[in-house]
């Protein structure tokens, strides 16, 4: 019995051994397969500068032929896009071809008729090629779109300097500076105020333009001649505000006619 035992107990051992010799071989198997492998990767793509960009690159830098090709090719991939449109016009004002950026303004407004910076750009390109009524329209009409639009404002005084309409000047330019204290609005309505005659509020406004820009050399020179000037005995102080009130009362009258 002692034998029988004996023998027992060395077989319920040799299974053990073997049980567990199976289980750490199954181990191993499972460990070995589980090692990476070594793959050779695929590289990602190097993303494209879009046309967009290197145009806008090309623009700051100031190679304007380059930023002309780059901005006609960001529209030939797609036509429905104003940004492109709209810089491209802007460089081309900057190259002189006003026709040209009013080729490319009509084609942002057959697709947004709402676009107030297309109005406002023609109104710039009218004005080069002379065409003042046309500019003044323009203007106007980007006005109705946004009366907040002090450039449009500022560039309306701007033309209508140019046609000697001081006083209607005066008012678009009161406005102008209500909106921003833009060095470049206070510096044009300086230039109504002289040719109005207002002398003293023309120095104000020429030393604050220079106030919000120290380096402005236009208001500068501005300033030095209009301090040499006398003002005629009797001169009314201008009323500003009311200027601009009169203007904004005017923005509703082509609203209405609009409609």
Same mark, same amino acid.
């Given at each position: 019995? +002692? !034998?029988?035992?004996? %023998?027992?107990?060395?077989?319920?051992?040799?299974?053990? =051994?073997?049980?567990?010799?199976?289980?750490?071989?199954? =181990?191993?198997?499972?460990?070995?397969?589980?090692?990476?492998?070594?793959?050779?990767?695929?590289?990602?793509?190097?993303?494209?500068?879009? #046309?967009?960009?290197?145009? %806008?690159?090309?623009?700051?830098?100031?190679?304007?032929?380059?930023?002309?090709?780059?901005?006609?090719?960001?529209?030939?991939?797609?036509?429905?896009?104003?940004?492109?449109?709209?810089?491209?016009?802007?460089?081309?004002?900057?190259?002189?071809?006003?026709?040209?950026?009013?080729?490319?303004?009509?084609?942002?407004?057959?697709?947004?008729?709402?676009?107030?910076?297309?109005?406002?750009?023609?109104?710039?390109? #009218?004005? $080069?090629?002379?065409?003042?009524?046309?500019? $003044?329209?323009?203007? @106007?009409?980007?006005? %109705?779109?946004?009366? @907040?639009?002090?450039?449009?404002?500022?560039?309306?005084?701007? $033309? @209508?300097?140019?046609?000697? *309409? +001081?006083?209607?000047?005066?008012?678009?330019?009161? !406005?102008?500076? *209500?909106?921003?204290?833009?060095?470049?609005?206070?510096?044009?309505?300086?230039?109504?105020?002289?040719?109005?005659?207002?002398?003293?509020?023309?120095?104000?406004?020429?030393?604050?333009?220079?106030?919000?820009?120290?380096? +402005?050399?236009?208001?500068?020179?501005?300033?030095?001649? $209009?301090?040499?000037?006398?003002?005629?005995?009797?001169?009314?102080?201008?009323?500003?505000?009311?200027?601009?009130?009169?203007?904004?009362?005017?923005?509703?009258?082509?609203?209405?006619?609009?409609?």
């Amino acid at each position: 019995m +002692y !034998r029988f035992t004996l %023998v027992a107990m060395a077989i319920g051992a040799a299974a053990l =051994t073997a049980g567990c010799g199976d289980k750490t071989s199954k =181990t191993s198997n499972t460990n070995s397969a589980s090692l990476p492998t070594t793959t050779s990767a695929t590289p990602a793509p190097v993303p494209t500068v879009s #046309h967009y960009r290197q145009a %806008v690159t090309a623009w700051r830098s100031g190679d304007r032929d380059a930023a002309v090709a780059e901005f006609r090719e960001a529209i030939a991939e797609d036509s429905t896009k104003l940004p492109p449109r709209l810089n491209l016009s802007r460089v081309l004002l900057e190259q002189g071809k006003a026709k040209d950026a009013i080729g490319e303004l009509q084609q942002v407004l057959a697709l947004d008729s709402t676009s107030g910076s297309a109005f406002r750009l023609l109104g710039r390109a #009218h004005d $080069v090629l002379g065409q003042t009524d046309s500019a $003044v329209a323009s203007y @106007q009409h980007a006005i %109705v779109l946004n009366d @907040q639009d002090g450039w449009s404002m500022n560039n309306l005084g701007l $033309v @209508q300097i140019e046609r000697g *309409e +001081y006083a209607e000047a005066l008012k678009a330019l009161s !406005r102008a500076v *209500e909106l921003s204290s833009s060095a470049t609005f206070r510096n044009t309505l300086g230039v109504a105020l002289e040719h109005t005659g207002h002398y003293t509020a023309a120095v104000e406004a020429y030393k604050s333009a220079l106030s919000a820009d120290s380096g +402005y050399t236009r208001a500068s020179t501005n300033l030095t001649r $209009v301090s040499a000037l006398t003002e005629a005995p009797g001169t009314a102080a201008v009323d500003l505000a009311a200027q601009a009130l009169e203007f904004m009362k005017e923005i509703e009258g082509w609203k209405t006619a609009k409609n």
